[in-house]
C-alpha cells in the first residue's frame, strides 16, 4: 500500500467543498490524502519549502516554485466578479492613496501582485508604506485608523459594510477590465517527483472530486460548515458559487491565459521573476 498523498488546503469553504469527496475516499481509484489544513500564506512558505505533496498555493508564488512543483490543472480558484478589494474608512479616489498606508495579507499573493498593478496605473506618485497583517485584521485596523486602507480577500467581500467601511477600488473589476481575462487567485500544485503518471491521477482525482461536489453539493456540507470558522451559512454559500467555478474544473485556455497574464505583468513591474519557457506546462494539461 503506497502512503496517502501529503496535502494542504484552506478551511476556506471553497477548499473544502472542492476536496471533499477526495479527502472522504468517495473518488474511485484517487490515491488517499494525508490533508493540512492551512490559510494560504502558510501554504505559500511550504511550497518555497519544498515541503509536503501537493498544496493550494497563490498563483503568485509560482515563479518561486516551478522548478520543483507543477502546477495542476484542476482544483484552483480563478473567476470573475471576485477579486480583492480596496477599503477605507471613507469615500473617495484612487488618488487619494498617494503615499499612504495600506494594510495587505500578504506579498506573496495574487491579491498584491494585482494592487501593485493597479496601484501603479491609478494612484500618481504610488503608495506609501505597505504593512503586512493577518487578513482577520485588517478590517479592524481600517476601522480603528490604525492604516488608511486596506486590501482585503475572501470573505471579506461581503461582510465589509459591517464595519462602516467603504469600497475604493475592485482589483478584480480593473484587472477584468484591462485584460478581459479571468481573475487567477489560487492554484494547486504537486511536486514534480511524483512522477508524470501521479501527475496525472492527481489532476485527474481534483476534477472528479468537483464535479462530485456539484452533482451533491448536500454531502460536503458537513464538512464545509466544520472547517468554515463561524462562517454565516448564507456567506459561505456565496463563497462557494464566487470562487468555485468552470475554471475549478479546468483552467482552459482562458485559465492560462490569466496566469500568464498575470506574472508576465507582474515580472515587467519587478514584482516577481519571469517564468521560463514552458513553466506551466503540465502534462496532463490536454
Known sequence: M??????AYSPCPNDTFVFDAWAHGRVPGAPALDVTFADIDVTNGMAERGELDVLKVS???????????????CGGALGRGCGPLVLTREPGKPADLAGKTVAVPSERSTAYLLFRLWAAAEVPGGVGEVV???FHEIM??????KVDAGLVIHEARFTYPDYGLSCLADMGKHWE?????PIPLGAIIAKRSLGEEMLRRLADAAK?????????????RPYVLAHAQEMDPA???QHIGLYVNEFTAGLGEAGYAAVRGLLTRAAAEGLVPPLGPGALEFAGKA
Open 2 to 7: 503506497t502512503d496517502p498523498i501529503r496535502i
Open 59 to 73: 498563483y503568485a508564488v509560482l515563479p518561486w516554485v516551478l522548478d520543483e512543483y507543477a502546477l495542476l490543472p
Open 132 to 134: 503586512v497583517l493577518p
Open 140 to 145: 479592524p485596523a481600517v476601522r480603528d485608523g
Open 177 to 181: 477590465d484591462t485584460t478581459g481575462l
Open 208 to 220: 472528479a472530486s468537483v464535479l462530485m461536489a456539484w452533482d451533491d453539493p448536500e454531502a460536503s
Open 235 to 237: 456567506v459561505t454559500e
